[in-house]
């Protein structure tokens, strides 16, 4: 406790004012988190921006440009700090002057990835929310990773999926979307004539994604029309 107040980090729990409302719907909704930074950014609408680690510099584009368009349209942008997509997402909702929320899978004594330290120190001053379920001193275990993407599914308004494969982490978040019925979707590479998609295993899960409900995304059209499905969530969420 002495450390925590030491180190700027504060605890919501579940009867807390802060929790979130998205929280409530995931499975198995955490009794209480740690976070740094201002709380008040999980009271605003967000769009979650997520995919593979393993990006080429068009697919972190698409992640950047998706980040970057939804802050200048006043949306905060969630997602897990992880190399690759999340790093994309991140980076750009700031490059659009927003506020973003990192949800992470450790502790928050603990910065991981390592790469993404200066990122995570730049979502602090600028008014995010770095925000995790593990109490200092909680050992790194792999499956924080896997809980902590129902947590980006239950905080967002909506999931897009920059990139994935037709397996992968990933999934855990794109299924947890679809559990709690958030708007989901995915940039379209099938018919993106500036990308050659066939070369890269990292995008194959469009035709998985798309069989199970997710909108294809490929123009500014199809953007303002799936924030406009997470507006209206949003706002269906904020009436509860």
Known sequence: LDKQKNWGIRAVTFKDKAYPIGFRSVHQPPLYFFYKGNISALANKSIAIIGTRNVTPYTEKI?????????????????????????????GCLAGKGVTIAIVGTSLDKIYPRQNAALEKEILEKDGLILSEYPLGALYSPSHFVERDRLQSGLANGVFVAATGETGGTWHAIHEASYVKKPLAFWDYRHDGHYDFRNDSHTWGMDKMEAMGATPIGTKDDVDGFLLRCHERFMKERSL
């Open 63 to 91: 992640g950047h440009r998706m980040g970057e368009y939804a802050a200048e349209n006043g949306w905060n942008v969630v997602s897990g700090l992880a190399l690759g997509s999340d790093a994309a997402g991140h980076a």
